[in-house]
């Protein structure tokens, strides 16, 4: 196999957009999605179902609870962020297959996906106020 194909198999391998996270998602994929961004960033909008572990606070206590055969999606803000990419490799770290969300939160809701707010509201795409 030449470098360029195992550099795009290897994007595939640890990648994911926020199409087939929905898809898979909705499919029932044994997927969890971790927000890796701060309490509060989470608390003013997220992608629905996500929880929020932020990448500084990942840890063998803070993730004992998860299931380790699960795939988990690491998401933040946007291309500008690299709090995804923290929580990936933190969680890649305690053992856990991973992937992370190309775009993040900016391109969920880019691609019209609905996002959440705090306690619970849903909104279209356009944010949570």
Sequence with gaps: MNEQMKHYESKLAFETDSWDLKVALESGE????????????????????????????MNE??????????????YCDGIGCNASTKGALNMSRLGFRVKELIGGLDWWKRDGHKTECAGGAKSAACGCE
């Design 61 to 74: 206590e803070t993730t004992k609870h998860l299931d380790k055969t699960a795939l988990v999606v690491t």
């Design 30 to 57: 044994n997927i969890f999605v971790i927000d890796a961004r701060s309490s509060e960033a989470y608390q003013k909008e997220h992608i629905p179902g996500a929880i929020n572990i932020p990448h500084r606070r």
